[in-house]
């Protein structure tokens, strides 16, 4: 009886340790099947003490935990595509500092893409990434430095951008606005935040640094200007710019204010931006926005441009637009233009 029970058993322990090799077994053969996704978790760690992040720069993991930390790492690259695509490193520089918010973007981060480029005809590794549609193609890079030069490729091989290769590389605004009207951006205050971030930084000392002795200080040209207006060469109109005034107006043609006012039918010394004087006495035609048959008027307390308006039989409309306001705010004792006869 002894020998049948130990038999039992032996017999059931046999069975079960079977069973349990066999359900291991089949669990096994069953793995879930994964496929290969391009667009994976960084490995890239972001600290949120110092809020820093790591990039690949020339092969080697650096990190960024600053605007300045990325001009420092990047400021050499940019000059470098410079030199070879003739595009200022100020505004590269510029560029990616705004788009990839100084290194810190998830693009610049998982992809080391810093300007944003998609895949197009791209053929390497590939992000997905909600921009103007969602989970959009982006390239990725296996160095930032990559990033850059696909970004001058990008500017000097497409056509719509050839007028940024005709500005001097002095010219950052010029460079800024041009991108803009070109069509790099939809944002209007695009140009305004390049330039905000190449004055704030000094950034265009880099472009002097590759230019070196060719490098001259780029200054905006002065919008006052003069007009020959008839076939006599000593006929001129001149028109106001930022920064006249009669008395250097009047000394740049040689003649005193009084004269230019006469020459002109004018009352006061008001300038505006654009208007266009006769500072020749043998000069035939006269363009003049303050017109001889208007007069000046000085706001006193109680005014409004209705009421003034109402008084010289004028719109607001065109009170404002000859005094080239831009809303109905007025000071006591501001100088304003009107017709010359008051409605009694």
């Known amino acids: 009886m002894k020998k049948l029970v130990l038999f039992c058993f032996l017999a059931s322990l046999v069975f079960s340790c079977g069973s349990k090799k066999a359900v291991a077994t089949k669990k096994a053969s069953h793995k879930t099947k994964t496929e290969r996704v391009v667009n994976k978790q960084s490995s890239k760690k972001t600290s949120k003490k110092d809020e820093s992040v790591t990039e690949v720069v020339n092969g080697v993991e650096v990190r960024i935990s600053s605007t300045e930390d990325y ?77 850059y030069r696909d970004h001058s490729l990008f500017l000097s091989q497409r056509s719509r951008y050839a007028a940024l290769f005709k500005l001097k590389k002095e010219d950052y605004k010029g460079w800024a606005k041009e991108l803009r009207r070109a069509g790099y951006a939809t944002d209007k205050k695009y140009p305004d935040k390049l330039i905000d971030l190449i004055e704030r930084y000094n950034l265009n000392q880099y472009d002097a640094e590759v230019l070196g002795d060719a490098y001259q200080k780029y200054e905006e040209p002065i919008v006052s200007s003069v007009i020959s207006r008839n076939t006599n060469s000593n006929a001129s109109i001149h028109v106001v710019g930022k920064g006249d005034t009669m008395y250097s107006i009047s000394k740049a043609y040689n003649l005193s204010v009084k004269e230019l006012q006469d020459l002109n039918g004018l009352s006061t010394t008001a300038l505006s931006l654009g208007q266009e004087l006769k500072v020749n006495k043998d000069t035939v035609v006269v363009v003049n926005s303050n017109k001889a048959e208007n007069r000046s008027y000085f706001v006193e307390k109680g005014d409004t441009l209705y009421s003034i308006s109402k008084k010289y039989n004028m719109t607001v409309d065109e009170l404002k637009q000859l005094n080239r306001l831009n809303d109905t705010a007025l000071n006591i004792g501001q100088e304003l233009q009107v017709k010359a006869t008051a409605i009694n």
């Open 71 to 147: 001009i420092a790492l990047f400021k050499s690259i940019a000059q470098e595509e410079m030199r070879f695509y003739g595009i200022p490193a100020s505004i590269t520089l510029a560029q990616g500092i705004l788009e990839s918010n100084s290194g810190k973007g998830r693009l610049s981060v998982e992809a080391n893409n810093h300007f944003g480029i998609k895949c197009h005809d791209w053929t390497g590794d590939k992000i997905y990434h909600d921009d103007d549609a969602s989970q959009e193609c982006f390239r990725k890079y296996n160095d930032s430095k990559y990033s």
